[in-house]
């Protein structure tokens, strides 16, 4: 199948090969034109029957609403790209895809969303009531699955340990003493 | 005629200006050099500071730096009037080092270069009776080891000491050691990084370096008792871990405070072990081995 735009300056047509027609199944194009919206668009293929062809008149009126359709058009042109990067296997359309994915506010593999909520609606955290919400475990799933505190075997805090090393060396120190002094005496 | 080099030095001890600086140099208050050396070292104390507020080690170092202190007040009086030269070069030479190797090399290696020369120059004006080894160990110690160790010593410790507790525990348990944590009658203990005994490491090497400095030992024989010292720190925190995992496994744990006196009573009884061992034979003073 192939499209032809007469009298209308488009571009960015998305897709750029239109893929082959099945029975009940409508033909989906996305583009972007320049100047006035007018002219005509004409769909021509191959069916069972023959050669065939179908035009589409464009006028200002069209599609009013549309504002949807600059969001699609977006979407589609990151999908295509981001398969097409795919293929190739490097990251060569990884710009192309973030700035579309910044300008249209798109979320692509290179750009996410962060929400920021304005309203703290938990004013005072602490002055909230404390609540023991049950919560049965599984037939044949053990409490050890919770991540419940293993008892280990710390050494003691430093502080102590510096306490207890200072002690002894001051025994040592005294033992020392009280000995030479005996020594002196004796 | 005189080469140019050699004629040199009579000129400039015709200069009395580099005579009076020379005699300067010679006869400089030694605690001015050591303030020197000090100053020139600040990077250093400057980073063991922030690795002490932070929080990122633990505030050991302080105490092996005070034990040095303590070394040189105790010998105040007996400080050597002119430095030992070969001490001394060394200690100007390991300052210049650390201040090259300054964000050239981790900041752990740098300190290490810094507090060497310093407990150099500490050395340089020592009394000969004053081994090398102990002082160079607390000036090993003063540095934000634990964290260090912890990372590259700890797991290796912990396995040893889940072994031998697994081995003691079987005689009256059903144990199991799977890496560092035991499963003892079914019931999963672990023996993670604070049970390592990388804290107990450092306070018996320091209890080892102060009790040699105190009761004069010679480099050699203090150094022949530092595999004593390793046996015993190993052997208390086996014993601590033992005893710990053996309440745990027989339904009575211990409560925190019981943890914590199991543990300085542990270690009180190491440091006597090894204060023991590096006292157990009057020292003979000896000026061959310093």
């Known amino acids: 199948m192939k499209l032809r735009v007469e009298g209308l300056d488009v571009y960015d047509v998305e897709p750029r090969n239109l893929p082959d027609l099945l029975a009940q199944r409508p033909v989906i194009v996305f583009g972007k034109w320049r100047g006035e919206a007018k002219g005509k668009l004409i769909l021509e293929g191959n069916s069972a029957d023959g050669p065939m062809q179908q035009a589409m008149e464009i006028s200002a009126n069209t599609g009013a609403d549309t504002a949807a359709l600059r969001h699609l058009w977006a979407r589609h042109r990151i999908a295509s790209l981001s398969d097409q990067e795919s293929l190739v296997g490097n990251d060569s359309y990884s710009k192309a895809i973030t700035e579309l994915g910044l300008k249209y506010s798109l979320l692509t593999q290179y750009t996410s969303f962060l929400a920021v909520d304005q309203v703290v609606r938990n004013l005072a955290p602490q002055d909230s009531a404390s609540v023991n919400q049950p919560s049965p475990l599984p037939q044949g799933v053990e409490n050890t699955a919770l991540g419940a505190e293993v008892p280990s075997t710390p050494e003691p805090a430093t502080w102590g340990a510096i306490a207890v090393t200072l002690s002894v060396l001051a025994m040592l120190a005294t033992r020392r003493r009280r000995a030479r002094n005996h020594h002196l005496t004796s | ?290």
């Open chain 2, 1 to 290: 005629m005189d080469h140019p080099r050699f004629s040199t030095l009579p000129r400039l001890l015709q200069n009395q200006q580099f005579v009076r600086f020379g005699i300067a140099i010679d006869t400089a208050a030694e605690w001015r050099w050591l303030a020197l050396l000090a100053v020139a070292l600040w990077p250093t104390w400057w980073w063991m500071g922030q690795r002490m507020v932070d929080g990122s080690d633990d505030p050991l170092g302080v105490l092996a730096l005070a034990a040095l202190g303590a070394l040189v007040w105790q010998h105040r009086l007996r400080l050597r009037a002119a430095p030992r030269l070969g001490f001394q070069v060394a200690a100007l030479a390991g300052a210049v080092l650390t201040t090259a190797l300054h964000a050239q090399l981790p900041d752990l290696l740098v300190a290490l270069v810094g507090l060497l020369s310093l407990a150099l120059g500490l050395l340089a004006f020592l009394p000969a009776q004053v081994a090398t080894a102990p002082v160079l160990g607390l000036s090993v110690l003063s540095l934000p080891l634990l964290a260090s160790l912890q990372f590259y010593a700890g797991f290796p410790l912990r396995v040893v000491t889940a072994e031998a507790s697994r081995w003691l525990l079987s005689v009256a348990h059903t144990v199991e050691r799977s890496g560092s944590s035991l499963v003892v009658d079914g019931q999963l203990i672990i023996v993670d990084a604070p049970c390592s005994g990388v804290q107990m490491v450092w306070l018996g090497y320091f209890t080892a370096c102060v009790v040699a400095l105190v009761v004069g030992r010679t480099n050699r024989s203090f150094l022949l008792r530092l595999p004593v010292v390793s046996a015993l720190v190993l052997v208390g925190n086996v014993l601590r871990n033992t005893v710990l995992v053996a309440f745990q496994a027989s339904g009575a744990p211990l409560p925190a405070w019981g943890h914590e006196a199991v543990g300085l009573v542990v270690l009180a009884l190491v440091c006597a072990g090894i204060a023991w061992a590096m006292a157990v034979t009057p020292s003979t003073p000896s000026h061959t081995t310093r």
